[in-house]
């Protein structure tokens, strides 16, 4: 038996390191929360810290306008391109399917032509600052593990503000401003993310190269570089992957910084193209905007690799017997252990942390030997065995150290995993032994009577069995020396 357990083992660990190299970005993404693996006790799970596959965000948010009535439309207006104050062919109605532009079209498939679009009103208030907040909401911690790229149909703005809340819009800290002049609008030296450094990635800074007027096609896009961030702990290409989990592993600001529930785009000055606002063709200033791109996954915090979108509402498939949204608490009766966040350390399969399940208390000890000595001695039986300490018995099926007994684990099921010695399986979460048998899968014999019954009971009777003659040797040793003492 022993031999055999040895060589699966054996042939497991062959297979897994044969995985292993023909499919290392697999592990390396954390995408794999547990494996099963053979045990002195059987079939068990081998828990791993895990993480949802990046995806595009924007097919999970809710945007909201602020002012509600910015969209251009109601009522219909006519706009001059901002490079040709004559070419004043744009037509903007919200009655007309054709010629509205709402804001959902800011997250729509961008492969149409002509281009679709959200946009403004045009700047007819001025001087009164024409002013927009785009709010994007998930309703639930993300990571994000690209850049955010807004593309403008107009012009760039010359001010904007790019802001993230952590508390569901509650409060608001800026991730970035952008200007044509830094001093001028926010009084702030002009900065790239070139000039950050790992002791300084976290600054705010304010950027002037994405603010220049409506030129050529690349000049259309905005971005927060999400990417040159990492690469500041994972190298340019970003293959020290390891470095940069290493430090979100043990930097709680440096993860914090990167996770959002909200994003807000602070739209706070139109393309002008000039020094000077045209007060007489106040029509060729607008805001538009044709894509917003925010590339991350669900936070999980290392308990998940899967998220879903169920009424309306984003959620982690909860692992390693967590629950919550985030996965943020342990299960009900798994407080075993404080709940912790997962760890992407040691690479490249991290640590669970799971919670634990409740144990129940541990059984009274047997009596020493001493006791023993003084049962036969001061009282002696007939038999002089029958003082010895009858063992505890086997603790019940929810103590077992072994946690494929969760709710989420499937322990026997009619295909696989099959209850053995006439046990039937109950909801795939254990299995209810007949008179005779115990174990997880009722895999051995339960005591009787003497004999093996120490051994049984102990877990020890399946690999080793003493022979009769070495036991029958050491009671009679026992014998001669109660004899000696009397």
């Not at 989990?245 to 959002?260: A, C, E, P, S, V």
Request: one cysteine or more; proline letters at 9%; glycine letters at 6%.
């Amino acid at each position: 038996m022993l031999w055999s357990l040895l060589f699966t083992l054996q042939a497991l660990c062959a297979s897994v390191a044969h995985a292993m190299q023909h499919y290392p970005a697999a592990w390396g993404h954390y995408d794999v929360c547990k494996s099963q693996i053979y045990t002195e006790e059987g079939l068990a799970w081998d828990y791993m810290a895990c993480q949802p596959e990046a995806t595009d965000m924007t097919k999970y948010l809710r945007v909201a306008l602020d002012p509600p009535n910015i969209t251009c439309g109601d009522p219909p207006e006519t706009y001059c391109a901002l490079e040709n104050p004559y070419m004043c062919n744009n037509e903007c109605d919200a009655t007309t399917e054709e010629l509205a532009h709402p804001p959902e079209l800011m997250f729509d498939f961008e492969g149409r032509n002509p281009t679709t679009f959200w946009q403004s009103t045009s700047w007819k208030k001025y001087p009164k600052p024409l002013q927009v907040n785009l709010t994007l909401s998930w309703n639930k911690t993300i990571e994000l593990t690209d850049d955010i790229v807004l593309t403008f149909e107009s012009g760039r703005p010359e001010q904007m503000v790019l802001e993230k809340s952590l508390d569901y819009g509650r409060t608001w800290t800026p991730y970035q401003f952008y200007a044509t002049d830094c001093l001028d609008a926010f009084t702030m030296e002009p900065k790239t993310v070139n000039d950050l450094t790992q002791r300084t990635l976290l600054d705010i800074i304010c950027t002037e190269d994405y603010s220049r007027g409506y030129v050529w096609k690349n000049d259309k896009t905005v971005r927060f570089e999400i990417k040159d961030r990492f690469a500041l702990f994972a190298g340019p290409r970003l293959h020290n992957m390891a470095s940069l989990y290493g430090q979100l592993d043990t930097t709680k600001n440096l993860r914090d910084f990167f996770t959002i529930t909200d994003l807000r785009i602070r739209l706070l000055k139109p393309a002008t193209g000039a020094t000077m606002v045209d007060e007489n063709n106040l029509s060729r200033y607008f805001y538009a905007i044709s894509d917003i791109k925010v590339q991350g996954r669900c936070k999980c915090n290392l308990h998940a690799n899967s998220c879903v979108f169920d009424k309306g509402k984003l959620g982690c498939e909860c692992e390693h017997n967590t629950t919550g949204p985030d996965c943020s608490r342990c299960k009900r009766h798994y407080h075993g252990r404080a709940w912790s966040v997962g760890s992407y350390l040691p690479i490249p399969k991290g640590t669970a942390n799971i919670c634990k399940q409740i144990s129940a208390p541990p059984p009274q000890s047997p009596p020493k030997f001493n006791h023993l000595f003084l049962c036969s001695i001061n009282h002696p039986p007939p038999n002089p065995f029958s003082c010895l300490p009858t063992p505890p018995p086997p603790p019940p099926p929810y103590s077992l150290p072994f946690f494929a007994l969760s709710s989420t684990a499937r322990v026997c099921d009619n295909a696989m995993l099959r209850c053995q010695n006439g046990g039937t399986c109950h909801h795939h979460q254990r299995c209810h032994c007949s008179p005779g048998f115990t174990g997880v899968l009722c895999e051995r014999a339960r005591c009787q009577g003497p004999g093996e019954c120490d051994d049984q009971l102990s877990g020890r009777a399946f690999f080793h069995h003493p022979p009769p003659i070495g036991r029958q040797l050491a009671l009679f040793l026992i014998l001669i020396l109660i004899v000696s003492l009397c």
